[in-house]
């Protein structure tokens, strides 16, 4: 087959200690996964069916640095579990879920809140609230081989030193093999494909010069400069 312009490199993420990369193929975002982010945000946390955004597979940025955004003037963190799958299929039982794991990482879902405010506002969509370019900044991933299935443990966030959001992963309103089942009735998923779980509590704005520091129990930190 031969294409009309030349084709980009595929987006990828860094894998801890290994030089091969884990190719993204799409970005998938659970909203509203913890109850008390979804309390601050002024919804009722009760568990009703996960809903879904997505971001393009280039928006991961691993680098370190997080360029914020034109078009905005407030600019938000939520920090999350990334879960990269290894595997896919269709109306996947949750009992089986965790099979399609490849591994796990620490991730931000940089969020352009005013432009989701007004979205919201409109009755239209958040794409370009949520899928702009860089907005998936990403720490090196890890395989399940090594860590084993992360069900539990602390998440965290700190800027410039203070903490912001902290939680543990076992508060998910939905869990990862809970959100994997849910997900692939919707669409048939597939190896490459990221999931973002859902942030805690204590979200806000950064601005330029901010230092984000992300965690999760037995991953690599993530650590982000707002440029």
């Known amino acids: 087959m031969s294409l009309a312009l030349p084709a980009w490199t595929p987006p990828s993420a860094p894998i801890a200690g290994d030089d091969t990369q884990f190719p993204v193929r799409r970005i998938f975002c659970v909203g509203r996964n913890y109850a008390a982010h979804a309390r601050e945000m002024g919804h009722d946390p009760d568990r009703e069916p996960p809903f879904f955004f997505m971001k393009p597979a280039d928006a991961v940025r691993s680098d370190g640095r997080f360029p914020y ?5 407030d600019v938000h963190h939520e920090i999350e579990l990334v879960v990269a ?8 039982p949750e009992a089986t879920a965790n099979d399609l794991i490849w591994g796990y990482g620490v991730g931000l879902d940089m969020t352009r809140r005013d432009v989701q405010a007004e979205a919201k ?3 239209r969509p958040w794409c370009m609230a949520k899928g702009f370019d860089h907005s998936a900044p990403i720490a090196p991933l890890h395989p399940k081989s090594a860590t084993g299935i992360l069900a539990d443990g ?9 903490t912001r959001q902290s939680s543990v992963l076992s508060a998910l309103i939905w869990s990862v093999p809970e959100t994997i089942a849910y ?3 919707l669409v048939e998923l597939k190896a490459g494909d990221l ?5 805690p509590d204590g979200v806000a704005a950064v601005q330029r010069g901010d230092r984000l520091v992300g965690h999760v ?9 707002v440029v």
């Open 69 to 73: 955004p034109v078009a905005t003037g």
């Open 183 to 185: 997900l692939s009735g």
């Open 217 to 225: 129990d037995g991953l690599t930190p993530l650590s982000v400069e």
């Open 121 to 123: 506002k409109l009755g």
């Open 85 to 92: 799958l290894g595997a896919g299929g269709r109306d996947v």
């Open 195 to 199: 999931i973002f779980t859902g942030t």
């Open 154 to 162: 602390a998440i965290s966030l700190t800027v410039n030193g203070e």
